[in-house]
T-cell receptor, first 115, second 113 residues
Framework: AQSVAQPEDQVNVAEGNPLTVKCTYS??????LFWYVQYPNRGLQFLLK??????LVKGSYGFEAEFNKSQTSFHLKKPSALVSDSALYFC?????????????FGTGTQLKVEL | NAGVTQTPKFQVLKTGQSMTLQCAQD?????MSWYRQDPGMGLRLIHY???????DQGEVPNGYNVSRSTTEDFPLRLLSAAPSQTSVYFC????????????FGSGTRLTVV
């Protein structure tokens, strides 16, 4: 079975400061990893994904994520946070082999960026 | 290009009533799925389909039925609504050749009283 843990329900950061949203995963074999963002009363929007190759993945809106196989982590980062980044962020994992295209999501982390 | 369209956006049901949540996509995606979102629990997979005529159960399938007669449509049926099914429901689709890359609908907020 595959699973994702997002240990922080909420992350608060001041605008202009760097932000990190944490994610760890468990899957048999190698993973595909994803980050999605959800704004209030909206569906989820794809941010970025790790499939293979460079461990640092760059995505939409200046976000990036670092894949760390030894720590089974895929933390989301941004060098300088904006108030408009405030939203709910979901990490998701899919096993490379088996399971079709099923994604398993974490419980989400609410990011609040304050002036 | 509408993407993934869900209807209705809001619904209130009485316990024991049945209803169908509609989901349609116009991207010719093979893969479609239904998730429910509950506070503190993230998104949980209810049912999914890898193509027309093929469906399978996800993590929380009890109380829900699906069918996939066309590539475009993937309706979710609540057979006898229960208060535990109060949730926000999301439909998502993706190409069979894409890894992840789900497109989500805007959701249906369902309240069962």
């Amino acid at each position: 079975a595959q699973s994702v843990a997002q240990p922080e329900d909420q992350v608060n950061v001041a605008e202009g400061n760097p932000l990190t949203v944490k994610c760890t995963y468990s899957v048999s074999g190698n993973p595909y990893l994803f980050w999605y963002v959800q704004y209030p009363n909206r569906g989820l929007q794809f941010l970025l994904k790790y499939i293979t190759g460079d461990n640092l993945v760059k995505g939409s809106y200046g976000f990036e994520a670092e894949f760390n196989k030894s720590q089974t982590s895929f933390h989301l980062k941004k060098p300088s946070a904006l108030v408009s980044d405030s939203a709910l962020y979901f990490c998701a994992v899919r096993a490379i082999t088996g399971g079709g295209n099923k994604l398993t999501f974490g419980t989400g982390t609410q990011l609040k960026v304050e002036l | 290009n509408a993407g993934v369209t869900q209807t209705p956006k809001f619904q209130v049901l009485k316990t024991g009533q049945s209803m169908t949540l509609q989901c349609a996509q116009d991207m010719n995606h093979e893969y479609m799925s239904w998730y429910r979102q509950d506070p503190g629990m993230g998104l949980r997979l209810i049912h999914y389909s890898v193509g027309a005529g093929i469906t399978d159960q996800g993590e929380v399938p009890n109380g829900y039925n699906v069918s996939r007669s066309t590539t475009e449509d993937f309706p979710l049926r609540l057979l006898s609504a229960a208060p535990s099914q109060t949730s926000v429901y999301f439909c998502a689709s993706s190409s069979g050749t894409q890894i992840g890359g789900y497109t989500f609908g805007s959701g249906t907020r369902l309240t069962v009283v």
